[in-house]
């Protein structure tokens, strides 16, 4: 999950922020609704890795402002499919994969990529796309900015048992409907959600790191000096080019590996 992690913040930082805080929202709803250890680590998994597909979309069109073309949308709607491709021939816990692949759909039928309806979609992946829904809308995008929390609540609440699990709607109002602080300034920082919304459990060997955006640029002690610290510099660069090499060649394995699934 790191290798993958790396490949998608190599490219753009701001979607791993996104996953692991959807991943913390999932996590605390699941929890809520009983769901199992192991599901919820299925769920976990599934909330960190969500957005892996963006690697095979162009970064201009994910950031763009105004209104997608028909043609743009249908281009971002292939992500949970592209996903799905990456990840299912991977060992991954449970049913992480297909999560994944539907947590894009919506009970009336109207999501992607399958258009599937009610019960046909796992419960993992209707908390899932709340938890989504509740981060995206209450965070700064790169397009526009946050729309609060009472007008994501309220998002939820008109569309409750038409797009989204009416039981997971309620389970969301009830957590989150009077304690959860405004969201706004989120996703402008690595920073964990409030200790109102605490975090999922990690398994011991994800290791602390699990819970940190990946470290670029760190700044070196500034007992470093003289030619020590020109050559930790020159190290730590490149190390970092050695990285963004590995990295640029896992996703473009990984994006033609996704192609010829289609």
């Known amino acids: 999950m790191h290798v993958l992690e790396s490949t998608i913040a190599a490219r753009d930082p701001y979607t791993v922020g996104h996953q692991r805080r959807v991943s913390q929202i999932a996590c605390t709803i699941g929890r809520e609704m009983g769901l199992s250890e192991d599901r919820l680590h299925s769920l976990r998994m599934a909330g960190m890795l969500h957005d892996l597909g963006k690697v095979a979309i162009p970064s201009d069109l994910l950031s763009k402002p105004g209104k997608l073309t028909p043609t743009e949308?249908?281009?971002?709607?292939?992500?949970?499919?592209?996903?799905?491709?990456?990840?299912?021939?991977?060992?991954?816990?449970?049913?992480?994969?297909?999560?994944?692949?539907?947590?894009?759909?919506?009970?009336?039928?109207?999501?992607?990529?399958?258009?599937?309806?009610?019960?046909?979609?796992?419960?993992?992946?209707?908390?899932?796309?709340?938890?989504?829904?509740?981060?995206?809308?209450?965070s700064h995008r790169p397009y526009r900015a946050s729309l609060g929390l009472a007008e994501t609540l309220d998002e939820l609440t008109r569309n409750k048992e038409i797009l989204y699990d009416a039981a997971v709607v309620e389970t969301c109002l009830e957590l989150y409907g009077q304690e959860l602080p405004d969201l706004q300034e989120v996703s402008s920082t690595p920073t964990p959600l409030s200790p109102s919304m605490p975090a999922p459990p990690v398994p011991r060997d994800d290791g602390p790191q699990a819970h940190e955006i990946i470290a670029r640029g760190r700044p070196l002690p500034e007992a470093v000096g003289g030619k020590s610290r020109n050559w930790a510099i020159l190290r730590a660069k490149g190390h970092r080019s050695w990285m963004h090499l590995v990295s640029a060649s896992i996703m473009g394995w990984l994006i033609m590996a996704s192609i010829r699934g289609f």
Request: some cysteine; charged content about 15%.
């Open 73 to 138: 949308f249908a281009l971002i709607k292939t992500h949970p499919q592209v996903a799905y491709n990456i990840l299912s021939p991977i060992s991954l816990p449970g049913n992480t994969a297909e999560i994944i692949l539907q947590h894009h759909e919506r009970l009336n039928g109207s999501g992607y990529p399958q258009g599937l309806k009610g019960e046909e979609i796992l419960l993992e992946a209707r908390i899932l796309g709340v938890a989504d829904v509740m981060e995206a809308m209450c």
